[in-house]
C-alpha cells in the first residue's frame, strides 16, 4: 500500500492538529491546469473559498489564476494576494451594498449577478459613484450536477442564479439601467461533479441560452461556466490530479462560441483539495462492546465535511507499518456526527500515532471553527518544513 509523503520528523515538532500543504502536489497541478487552459484559451479562477490559506494563495496568484469570490472579504483577500482587479469575478445570492461598492471602487472584471433586485442595486451603486459596473448574468441551467444535494446549486429549486423563465425580463432591462453593462453569462451547476456528462449537459444548455441572447441581439464578451470539477477522495495517492485535460475537452469539443468570446473557468476543489492534508494524533484507542474506536485530537471544528456532506476522507497511519485493523474514527467533540469514518481499514494504531486525513486541502482549514473553545488549526506548508 503507497501512502503520501509526509516530513514526519518535523511533524513530531508541530501540535496536532494541523493541516500540511504539500506545494509540489499543488504546483504541478497548476501546471497541469496552465498547459491545459492554454491548449484551449481558456480563462480560469480560482475559487476563492476553496482555501485562502496565503502560502497556498502565493503559489495560485504566481500561476497568473483569476480569482473567484463570493464575499467582500475574499476580494480584499484576493486583491491583497496580487491578484489583479481585472481578473476578479464576484458571485453570491446575498451582496451586501458594502461588497458591491468594494468591487465597483476596485473596477472588478464583474459581477455575477443572481436576481433582478440585485441588477437593480448594483445599477444604483454604480451611479452613485458615476462608473459603470459590468456584470455577467448568473443563470439557473437546471441542470443536475449528479453530486450530493447539499452541492447541487444548478437545478430550479436552488436558491442560486437567475431562473430561464425571467430571461426575457431582464435583457428588457439593461437599455434602462445606464450604469451597468452586460459582459457575459455565468453558470455553476455544482461541485464535486466526476460524471463528465454534467458537464456536456451544461454546454448544451448554455449554448441554448446563447442562441436565445443572439435572437435578441444582445452580444456577450464571455461565458463562464463556473467550477464544480471533482476529485479522487478514494485513492489520493494515485490520483493527485484531476483529469483536465478531459474536462477542458468537454468545454471545447461542445460549446459554441462567437467570435472573440472568451470561456471562463472557476475551480476550487480541483485545484487545492489533494495538496492538503489534516495532520492528527491518536488520543486514545477505546474497545467498545462492538467495534474498536480511534480518538483523534482532530474533530470536525477542524475538518467538517464528513459531518455536513456525509464526506468520505482517505486516512492512513504515517506513523505504523503494522497489520490493517478496523476502527470508527472519531474527533473529541461532544457530537455523535464528529465522525470522520466508520468500520475504516488501518494499520494497527496506537496513542501518539500520527494520521493523515487525506484530500484536505478544500473547503477544510477555511470552514474550521472554535465549537466547544478549540483552537483553530494552523496551516503548514512543505516548503516551511523542508
Ligand atoms: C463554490 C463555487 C465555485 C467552485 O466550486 P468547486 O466545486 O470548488 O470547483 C465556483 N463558482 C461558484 C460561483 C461557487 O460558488
Sequence with gaps: MIKGKFPINKFSEIQTPFYYYDLDILRTTLDIIKLQAKKNDFHVHYAMKANVNPSVLAVIKDAGLGADCVSGGEVEAAIKAGVSPSKVVFAGVGKADWEINLGLDNDILCFNVESIPELEVINELAAAKGKIGSVALRINPNVSAHTHHYITTGLTENKFGINMSELDEVIDLFPVLANIKLIGIHFHIGSQITDMTSFQGLCMRVNEIQDHFLARKVKLEHINVG????????????????????????????????????????????????????????????????????????????????????????????????????????????????????????????????????????????????????????????????
Design 227 to 386: 467550477g464544480g470539477l471533482g476529485i479522487n477522495y478514494e485513492h489520493p495517492n494515485h490520483f493527485p490530479i484531476p483529469d483536465f485535460e478531459a474536462y477542458f475537452k468537454i468545454f471545447h469539443d461542445h460549446l459554441v462560441l462567437q467570435p472573440q468570446q472568451t470561456v471562463h473557468f472557476e475551480l476550487g476543489r480541483a485545484v487545492v483539495a489533494q495538496c492538503g492534508s489534516l495532520i492528527s494524533r491518536v488520543l486514545f484507542i477505546k474497545q467498545g462492546t462492538s467495534k474498536k474506536f480511534a480518538i483523534l485530537d482532530a474533530g470536525f471544528t477542524d475538518l467538517i465535511r464528513p459531518a455536513l456532506y456525509q464526506a468520505y476522507h482517505y486516512m492512513e497511519n504515517i506513523s505504523s507499518e503494522l497489520p490493517a485493523e478496523k476502527y470508527d474514527m472519531v474527533g473529541p467533540i461532544c457530537e455523535s456526527s464528529d465522525t470522520f469514518a466508520k468500520d475504516f481499514t488501518l494499520n494497527q494504531s496506537k496513542r501518539g500515532d500520527l494520521i493523515a486525513i487525506r484530500s484536505a486541502g478544500a473547503y477544510g482549514e477555511i470552514m474550521a471553527s472554535q465549537y466547544n473553545l478549540r483552537n483553530l488549526p494552523v496551516g503548514y506548508t512543505s516548503d516551511e518544513l523542508k
